[in-house]
């Protein structure tokens, strides 16, 4: 597609469930990024991926926590069991290379909330 | 590690003036350094870069200078206006990966009219 694109833009949830959240790269792109952006936090790195491998999962917040890319394209950024302080928007990116530029493209984000 | 510092906001000024936002840097090597925006209910994007120190990155009417001397690369625009009200970060990327790459808390700039 054109840009990044996340689903759902907004997520409200009862503590305790689980939520996936899902993030489309721009077509090409090979690096994927998840952020998690807190109000008055600054944006939190959780995980990213090179291809369909995370070589560093040390980012996310428990073990509650969990990531997924499959085919090089899709990811899923998984939260179970979800608690009031998961509360945030989580920020997905991709870039065409990382390793070269940093240079990344963001999607709009997807807003969690629960309560 | 490397740490990137803003300005904390926010910051608010009338449409037409003048505009800094500060930043610093510490980091190993010879980072690029990077201006991010995100505007109300969007998602980041890039507004300019330098890669090396003495360039001068610009992108509507912004400019930010790399100047290593004194680690910094302060936002400036001459006149702004109320569309400029955004969230700004500031950021590094010093290679190696994701771990690299290193953003600050962010400046919330509001403009009034």
């Known amino acids: 597609g054109a840009g990044v694109s996340q689903s759902p833009s907004n997520k409200v949830t009862e503590k305790g469930k689980d939520v996936e959240l899902r993030c489309d790269p721009i077509s090409g792109h090979t690096a994927l990024y998840w952020y998690r952006q807190s109000l008055g936090q600054g944006l939190e790195f959780l995980i990213y991926?090179?291809?369909?491998?995370?070589?560093?999962k040390s980012g996310l917040p428990s073990d509650r926590f969990s990531a997924e890319r499959t085919g090089g394209s899709v990811s899923t950024l998984t939260i179970q069991r979800t608690q009031q302080e998961d509360s945030a928007v989580y920020l997905c990116a991709s870039s065409f290379d990382f390793s070269s530029t940093g240079e990344l493209f963001f999607g709009e984000g997807s807003r969690l909330t629960v309560l | 590690g490397n740490s990137v510092t803003q300005m904390e906001g926010p910051v608010t000024l009338s449409e037409e003036a003048f505009l800094t936002i500060n930043c610093t840097y510490t980091a190993t090597g010879y980072p690029s350094l990077f201006w991010y925006v995100q505007y109300p209910g969007e998602g980041l994007q890039l507004l300019l870069k330098?890669?090396?120190?003495?360039d001068k990155g610009s992108n509507k009417g912004f400019e930010a200078t790399y100047r290593k001397e004194t680690t910094s690369f302060h936002l400036e625009k001459g006149s702004v206006q109320v569309s400029d009200s955004a969230v700004y970060f500031c950021a590094l990327y010093s290679g190696g990966g994701a771990d690299g790459l290193t953003f600050g808390k962010g400046t919330h700039l509001i403009i009034q009219p």
């Open positions: 330098a890669t090396k120190a003495d």
């Open positions: 991926f090179q291809g369909n491998s995370a070589p560093d």
